[in-house]
């Protein structure tokens, strides 16, 4: 079916900047739209970002806007997440997730995506 993998996770200062990655290995993402979630310990997993298909249509959760952008490559079959001004709050495990309809639109509840990978931690030290 393909499996998406995330990388760039890591330790990091508060106020400093990471660069997440998600990419597909064996399947094409181009007609999906693709999500960022994260999962804090004893948590519920929350919606980060979503992208549609051809980039056009993003949407952030209220506590990432101004601060997080999400992009993605086609040439590359990745999809991104710049996460700058990081808070001690951001500390979780990223995950990405491809939608289970076509990307025409921007998706954000889970139960829209149908592929996840396997998560990458984010810790912000204060």
């Known amino acids: 079916q393909g499996q998406l993998v995330e990388s760039g996770g890591g330790l990091v200062q508060a106020g400093g900047s990471l660069r997440l990655s998600c990419t597909a290995l064996?399947?094409?993402?181009?007609?999906?739209?693709m999500g960022w979630f994260r999962q804090a310990p004893g948590k519920e997993r929350e919606f980060v970002a979503c992208?549609?298909?051809?980039?056009?249509?993003?949407s952030y959760a209220e506590s990432v806007k101004e601060r997080f952008t999400i992009s993605r490559d086609h040439a590359n079959n990745t999809v991104y997440l710049q996460m700058n001004s990081l808070k001690p709050e951001d500390t979780a495990v990223y995950y990405c997730?491809?939608?289970?309809?076509?990307?025409?639109?921007?998706?954000?509840?889970?139960?829209?995506?149908?592929?996840w990978g396997q998560g990458t931690q984010v810790t912000v030290s204060s």
């Open positions: 992208i549609n298909w051809n980039g056009a249509m993003t």
């Open positions: 997730a491809k939608s289970r309809s076509y990307g025409t639109t921007c998706y954000q509840a889970i139960g829209d995506f149908d592929s």
């Open positions: 064996g399947r094409t993402l181009h007609v999906h739209s």
